[in-house]
C-alpha cells in the first residue's frame, strides 16, 4: 500500500503519524492485505452432508420434564408487588 493512501486514511481517521509511522503503516498494511489474499484462497463451498459432522444426536441429553417454581416463591426477592424484578439502571 503506497504513502499516499497512507496518508489519506490517516486524514479520514483524523490520525497524525510522523513519516517513519507512516512508513511502518504501510508496511504492515501490505501485510495485512497480502494475509488476506490468503485468505480468499481458502474453499468455503458449503456442503450439507459435512455441515454436522460432529453432533452425534445420541450424545445429547434427554428432555426431562421437572417441576417448575411457584410464582409466590420467585417473587420473593423482587423489589416491587407488580410481578416484575427491579434490576439495577444501567442506561441513562
Do not use: H, W
Not at 486514511?9 to 509511522?21: P, R, V
Not at 503503516?25 to 481458502?42: F, H
Not at 416491587?80 to 439495577?88: G, H, I, L, S
Request: with cysteine; proline share 2%.
Amino acid at each position: 500500500m503506497d504513502l499516499d493512501m497512507i496518508k489519506y486514511l490517516a486524514e479520514l481517521g483524523k490520525l497524525e503519524f510522523t513519516d517513519e509511522e507512516l512508513k511502518k503503516a504501510s508496511e504492515d498494511m501490505t501485510s495485512i492485505i497480502k494475509l488476506m489474499d490468503t485468505v480468499k484462497e481458502i474453499d468455503v463451498t458449503y456442503d450439507p452432508v459435512l455441515d454436522n459432522k460432529n453432533i452425534y444426536l445420541n450424545d445429547l441429553r434427554i428432555d426431562e420434564k421437572s417441576q417448575s417454581l411457584e410464582t409466590s416463591k420467585l417473587l420473593q426477592n423482587a423489589k416491587n408487588q407488580r410481578n416484575c424484578f427491579v434490576v439495577p439502571k444501567v442506561v441513562e
